[in-house]
């Protein structure tokens, strides 16, 4: 038996497999994301080396593994962590790529095609083949993160902030935060700052509950979410000249459906918004197959998501 890693490690979190060449799932790796831009990349290498190890101990005795695949965000700027992990792991096969290839594999196999991603960060990226990954926007929350779960996240704490202090409007984001975190939002900061982005992100909800309130300032949140992947898109299809399939991925959007059904109904003409229905993990392991020329059986996919069930996600601490 033929034993592969597949990894998918983002701003929030790194979901990792140890699998077969049938798609059974052996043992799972939960923990911490890797993102460069939040971490750095020494701290991302020590963190994707070290999900490896845990899981390469999980190897049945006299196994061998036969290659990593892995989507890891912002990889790109940091050509240092492919080489790096790729030592660490001596002969064994290893390629890092971009956060996007898990979601556009497990979507769209190797079609080609657009991804958007809202999760913690936001993405979104044209795929041809023959060409390299185009990304339009999505350079980090410090410049370019709109629609992003932490973009949302941040206005909403804004918004509460400024009504509490008495510089903003009434909005229910400000109950819903207080009810959320057991106090206001102005007494609240050391915990916000000490969280971090992904901590912020996990307010995203409040703005989605505030909507379906008919709340003024949390439909102006989403409406400037919504306008940055319809913009985006948009420019996609300019670029591209014909309508094409999108792939959507990303926590935000697995979660509040109303927000994807708002960016399809503004998307261009012809074009198929796609929701990923499998853990992102499995498109790369679909690619970790793929990178070792294996064949990919008819029953690969459910052998995958069986087995892969049997390890519920826990909370990172």
């Not at 845990?54 to 695949?69: C, M, N, S, T, Y």
């Not at 936001?122 to 779960?149: F, H, N, V």
């Not at 197959?289 to 690969?300: K, V, Y």
Request: net charge negative; glycine share 10%.
């Amino acid at each position: 038996m033929k034993y592969f890693i597949a990894l998918d490690s983002s701003g929030s979190k790194t979901d990792s497999i140890l699998f077969d060449q049938t798609g059974n799932v052996l043992a799972r790796d939960y923990c911490k994301g890797a993102n460069a831009f939040d971490v750095g990349p020494a701290e991302a290498i020590s963190r994707i080396c070290a999900t490896i190890d845990r899981l390469a101990e999980a190897i049945p005795e006299g196994g061998k593994l036969k290659g990593v695949f892995g989507s890891v965000s912002v990889i790109s700027f940091y050509p240092e962590i492919q080489e790096k992990v790729s030592r660490h792991l001596g002969t064994v096969p290893c390629q890092l790529d971009s956060i996007v290839s898990s979601v556009m594999n497990a979507v769209l196999g190797k079609e080609d095609g657009v991804c958007i991603i809202s999760g913690t960060g936001a993405y979104c990226c044209i795929r041809e083949q023959g060409q390299p990954l185009r990304y339009l926007g999505g350079s980090g929350y410090l410049l370019d993160t709109g629609g992003s779960g932490f973009e949302l996240g941040r206005q909403a704490l804004i918004a509460a902030e400024r009504d509490v202090d008495g510089r903003g409007v009434k909005t229910v984001l400000t109950q819903l935060i207080q009810e959320d975190v057991g106090e206001s939002v102005i007494d609240h900061l050391p915990v916000i700052y000490e969280g971090g982005r992904p901590y912020i992100a996990a307010f995203a909800p409040h703005v989605f509950t505030a909507c379906a309130q008919r709340d003024a300032v949390a439909t102006e949140i989403f409406n400037k979410g919504v306008n940055c992947f319809v913009e985006s898109l948009h420019t996609a299809y300019a670029m591209l000249g014909h309508p094409f399939k999108v792939a959507v991925g990303g926590g935000i959007f697995l979660h509040h459906p109303a927000y994807v059904k708002a960016i399809a109904q503004r998307a261009p003409q012809g074009c198929e918004l796609i929701l990923l229905n499998t853990p992102a993990v499995y498109g790369n392991a679909l690619e970790a197959m793929w990178q070792n020329n294996e064949e990919i059986a008819p029953d690969f996919r459910n052998n995958f998501l069986q087995s892969y069930a049997q390890f519920p996600t826990p909370k990172l601490i």
